[in-house]
Each structure stands twice: as structure tokens, then as C-alpha cells.
């Protein structure tokens, strides 16, 4: 697997170390990552329910 090479500030890394407590920093940046990418897509699928849920309402109210 291709590897990403981020940079961060000393301050970021730090933060990130502290927040790491019981994991490696590979592991915790891996969980980190996958869960914002998780939480964007739950998002988008929220608000597509949302949009398709209105157009609905519109629709029946136009027809």
C-alpha cells in the first residue's frame, strides 16, 4: 500500500502525541483519518435523505 507523507507543525504533532495515548501514532492517525472520511460520507448520505425527503413533499404538494 502507497504510504501519505503529511507534514505537521510541532505543535500539531505534539497535540496529535497527546491525543494518541494508547496507540501508535500510525495507528491513531490511520483511525483518525478513516473516521473523518466515515463521518463525511454519513453526512452526505443524511443530507441526500433530507433533500430527496423535501423534493417529496414538493412534488406531491405540485401534483
Do not use: C, G, W
Amino acid at each position: 500500500m502507497p504510504s501519505l507523507n503529511i507534514s505537521f507543525s510541532d505543535d500539531e504533532l505534539n497535540e496529535i502525541r497527546n491525543a494518541a495515548t494508547d496507540l501508535s501514532l500510525k495507528s491513531y492517525v490511520h483511525d483518525a483519518a478513516l473516521a473523518s472520511a466515515r463521518s463525511r460520507k454519513d453526512l452526505v448520505a443524511q443530507l441526500a435523505r433530507q433533500i430527496a425527503e423535501t423534493s417529496a413533499e414538493l412534488n406531491a404538494r405540485l401534483a
